[in-house]
């Protein structure tokens, strides 16, 4: 086993306290003997959800040696209220502690960049190991398997038990419900995300009729008592009348036959997309990532394909699927659909006219659209400036503020309602007249909203419920809240910067250079004008930024990937891993500002 550098890891601090401990509170030193993996999310990044269903095998087969520790550390102020924190761990089904981080205080310890971070403790309470993005629950199984053996031969490893307590459940008709779908005779269809199933409820929105789906995690098709769901949401009519689901953690499309209550497949594999995988296709043999929400627009299916920060379309004609807008590059950029960038994609309305896809676009807390341009489609934003700036601002949408929408439905006047679900309200955006409203305010993460007879009937997710408004003659308006995410802004020196991707391949792993370079590195830059040299794509993972004269703050995004494949020269075929990670760092030029920006992007034996 290679030398790891000796760094003490820093305690483990958060004003939110600890949940799934039975209400104990934990220090490092209450875990020494056990091998640690603190998890850095926040509940509303996607690839912090893809983490926590990539550690759920890993946590089971070592929970007599490993404790998973997840670091919540919220972006949105919506994330840094202790309830909000709560409802999410046991939306997403954490099954282990967390320590509820507001003010980020544990994050900068451990001097973290970017959600998910993930980072190894050993027994004797020395960090060893970090990675950030998502795909290295292999490389951290090897590591935790030779920790076991290294602290096993030294006596310092202690096995048994773990800290994590299960909170008790509680019983509601629905358990934070995602969408929700208007059926011919009145009644609803609703996913039932955290209970793994689709429940159709009377007009009444209440009255449960019947269940479709075992309500076991799981993927499976069959009958209305075989099916196995994982946390569906979003659902549409196909033009032959079955329901398309979206399947978000099988990453994959299902199709319901109201009348048999059949449940079968329609796009999808059940495994999650990577970069290099094929993006179109037969649908049965393309990998999806996320799917969050789905609609009927221009003669297809449309896909609102979270996990990728893109759209895709599947053909029922032909049975397959392919990309339809956006690079998979995280952000807010307009144009042509191959070009734009999407950040999250989470809620998707076709217009009352058919000429415009209204779309959700959870975290640059914005409401954009598709529409036909040609022979092709553009993507164009109606509200939201990017990633890091929201807030509850009614007015011009120009300056009107969302905080991380996941649902819209088109109004029969051209307008849209957009469930504005960490404000807790319903808003209304005109193209007529250019003006943001309030409809409605007191809603519990409400996550979609369907038209019934003029009123709205709202998912409120964090309530477990319908919710039925009438729509107001007049809105009210809001003045106002504007925020900018809480992570610190990293201070650089004004003229070069150099940006460095650290990545080291996990151990028993080497750079895949079979093909040509195995690593990416794109840069850019909002506003672009901060940039006066260095944006773009290339394959090393350095790169000399040129910062420009005048501009003295902004953020640089980052995107870097990185291929490396088993290192095992018996093995003709060896397994590759792809390690990806997007960044957005907010930066302030200054001239006591540092020279070198370093981001992490895999396993390290040293640090940075």
């Not at 769901?229 to 990453?251: M, Y």
């Not at 319903?426 to 996550?447: H, I, N």
Request: hydrophobic share 40%.
């Amino acid at each position: 086993m290679a030398t790891r550098a000796r760094v003490r890891a820093p305690e483990l601090v958060g004003k939110g306290g600890w949940l799934n401990t039975g209400d104990q509170q934990y220090t490092l030193a209450d875990l020494r003997g056990r091998i640690v993996v603190l998890d850095f999310w926040t509940f509303c990044c996607v690839n912090c959800l893809h983490v926590l269903d990539e550690l759920r095998e890993l946590e089971e087969k070592h929970r007599d040696t490993l404790v998973i520790i997840g670091v919540h550390s919220p972006k949105f102020v919506h994330e840094a209220e202790h309830q909000a924190v709560v409802d999410a761990v046991e939306r997403y089904e954490v099954h282990h502690p967390v320590l509820d981080d507001p003010e980020l205080a544990t994050w900068k310890q451990y001097a973290v960049r970017a959600w998910p971070t993930l980072v190894v403790i050993d027994p004797e309470g020395y960090v060893v190991a970090q990675h950030a993005g998502e795909g290295h629950a292999h490389a951290i199984e090897k590591l935790v398997e030779e920790l076991e053996a290294e602290h096993t031969a030294k006596g310092t490893l202690r096995r048994g038990d773990g800290p994590y307590v299960a909170p008790e459940p509680v019983a509601t008709h629905l358990r934070f419900p995602g969408k929700a779908l208007l059926l011919p005779d009145g009644g609803f269809l609703v996913s039932d995300t955290t209970r793994h199933r689709l429940v159709e409820i009377e007009a009444d929105g209440e009255t449960v009729r019947r269940h479709l789906g075992t309500g076991e995690r799981g993927f499976g098709d069959g009958g209305p008592d075989e099916a196995r769901f994982s946390e569906p949401q979003g659902l549409a009519v196909l033009p032959d009348g079955r329901i398309a689901v979206a399947d978000t953690v099988n990453h994959a499309i299902r199709a319901l036959d109201l009348d048999t209550g059949a449940t079968t497949t329609l796009a999808g594999t059940g495994r999650q997309w990577w970069q290099g995988s094929p993006t179109s296709g037969p649908a049965r043999e393309v990998d999806l990532s996320s799917p969050w929400d789905v609609a009927w627009f221009a003669g297809r299916l449309w896909i609102a394909m979270a996990g990728v920060h893109q759209l895709w379309t599947y053909d029922p004609a032909t049975g397959a699927v392919e990309v339809a807008a956006g690079t998979t590059n995280e952000g807010l950029v307009d144009g042509p659909a191959a070009e734009a960038w999407f950040a999250q994609p989470s809620g998707l309305a076709t217009s009352a006219d058919g000429e415009r896809l209204w779309v959700a676009d959870s975290e640059t807390s914005a409401l954009r659209y598709v529409e036909r341009d040609g022979g092709g489609f553009v993507v164009r934003t109606a509200v939201g400036t990017g990633l890091f700036d929201f807030g509850h601002r009614d007015g011009a949408a120009g300056q009107a503020l969302f905080q991380h929408p996941l649902g819209v439905a088109a109004l029969p006047d051209g307008s849209v309602a957009v469930c504005d679900t960490y404000n807790h309200a319903l808003r209304r955006y005109d193209p007529g007249s250019g003006e943001v409203t309030t409809l409605a305010t007191d809603l519990r993460e409400p996550s979609d909203a369907v038209l019934v007879d003029g009123d709205l009937v709202v998912v409120e997710s964090a309530r477990h419920r319908l919710t039925r408004l009438r729509l107001p003659e007049e809105a009210v308006r809001v003045a106002g809240r504007a925020h900018r995410t809480q992570r610190a802004a990293t201070e650089i020196a004004p003229g070069t910067l150099r940006l460095d991707v650290v990545f080291q391949a996990p151990a028993g792993q080497k750079l895949d250079t079979r093909y040509g370079p195995s690593t990416r590195l794109l840069v850019s830059a909002t506003p672009p004008e901060l940039l006066a040299e260095g944006a773009g794509p290339g394959s090393d993972l350095f790169r000399e930024l040129v910062l420009a004269e005048g501009v003295t703050e902004g953020v640089l995004h980052v995107s870097a990937m990185a291929a490396s494949c088993d290192d095992d020269p018996a093995n003709e075929y060896p397994a590759c891993h792809v390690h990806q990670q997007d960044w957005g760092v907010p930066v302030r030029v200054s001239a006591e500002g540092t020279a070198r920006l370093p981001l992490v992007l895999a396993g390290m034996d040293e640090q940075a």
